[in-house]
Structure formats: structure tokens, C-alpha cells
């Protein structure tokens, strides 16, 4: 059997390591990013299915119309997935440096430490 021995300043703040992944915050960037990601994806389907109705028209003006209208659908689609990309990013990254600047106590008494013992079987 083992000990192992850990010493934390009493009053110090615990983070979690970088890249972890398990924080609320990393979470639901990584969620809404890949939804965002998907969606943008969905846009650029989109315009090449446009694209290849405009190409494919033989001249015919309803479908060249159509062809148009689907393209300007999936740009229009494209630009609203990069502007919900940049606004929630903005607003998670507000929220969380109004959580952090509106943080408890921190008087960080140097030179007391707390040591936290634990045994391994």
C-alpha cells in the first residue's frame, strides 16, 4: 500500500486542467459548434444542389429561376450559420468572464497550506 501526498494553498482556486473537457463551458461550445458546423455544411449541400439545377436548366426560365432562388437560399443559410458561430461565441464568452470577474474571496494567505493525504490499495 501507497500514499500518495497532494498540498493545496488554503484559499487558492482549483482549475481544471486545459483540454480536459469537463467544464460547462467547453461542453456547450463543443455542442453548438458542431451543430453550427453541421448546419453549415447542410448551406453549402444546398448551393451545390442549386448550382447543379441552374446548370442543368437547359434554358428553361422556371428552372434557371429556381436554380437561382436555391443558390441565394443557401448563401442566405451559410451567412446566418457564421453569424450564430460569431454570437455564441461572443455571449458564452461574456457570461463567462462576468462569472469569473464577480468571483468570490481572494485572499490567498501565503504559507498555509492545506495537505491532503489519501491511501492506495
Known amino acids: ?20 473537457g469537463n467544464n460547462l463551458e467547453s461542453n456547450v461550445t463543443t455542442i453548438l459548434t458542431n451543430i453550427i458546423a453541421v448546419l453549415g455544411i447542410a448551406c453549402v449541400v444546398v448551393m451545390i444542389i442549386g448550382g447543379v439545377q441552374y446548370m442543368t436548366s437547359s434554358g428553361d426560365a422556371s428552372k434557371v429561376e429556381k436554380g437561382k432562388k436555391t443558390i441565394l437560399y443557401g448563401l442566405i443559410g451559410l451567412i446566418i450559420a457564421a453569424l450564430a458561430f460569431v454570437i455564441v461565441n ?7 468572464e462576468q462569472g469569473s470577474s464577480s468571483g468570490g474571496d ?5 504559507g ?8 492506495i490499495a
Open 1 to 20: 500500500m501507497s500514499k500518495i501526498f497532494s498540498q493545496l494553498a488554503v484559499g487558492s482556486k482549483v482549475t481544471p486542467i486545459e483540454g480536459a
Open 90 to 96: 461572443f455571449v458564452i464568452g461574456t457570461i463567462l
Open 106 to 110: 481572494s485572499n490567498n494567505q501565503e
Open 112 to 119: 498555509t497550506s492545506l495537505v491532503i493525504e489519501q491511501q
